[in-house]
């Protein structure tokens, strides 16, 4: 069960990194330039790939906890 608690909190992690960035870049597209970025869907292209991962590991702790329960 320890192992799966490490994707738990790295999905977490990943998942709060994600909302940052994609709050940095609702900032950026109202603001015009956030952080010396002009172009503010950079943030966006970035949160994916925390956000997939984020959905990974939630899917593996959660898949790791249902099969260690039977």
Not at 6 to 31: E, H, T
Not at 46 to 65: P, S
């Amino acid at each position: 069960m320890i192992r799966y608690q490490i994707f738990k909190y790295a999905g977490l992690a990943a998942g709060a990194l994600a909302a940052l960035l994609i709050l940095a870049g609702i900032i950026g597209f109202f603001s015009g330039v956030f952080l010396n970025v002009n172009n503010f869907f950079n943030y966006f292209w970035f949160a994916n790939t925390f956000l997939f991962f984020a959905i990974f590991c939630m899917l593996v702790f959660i898949g790791g906890k249902n099969k260690e329960e039977k």
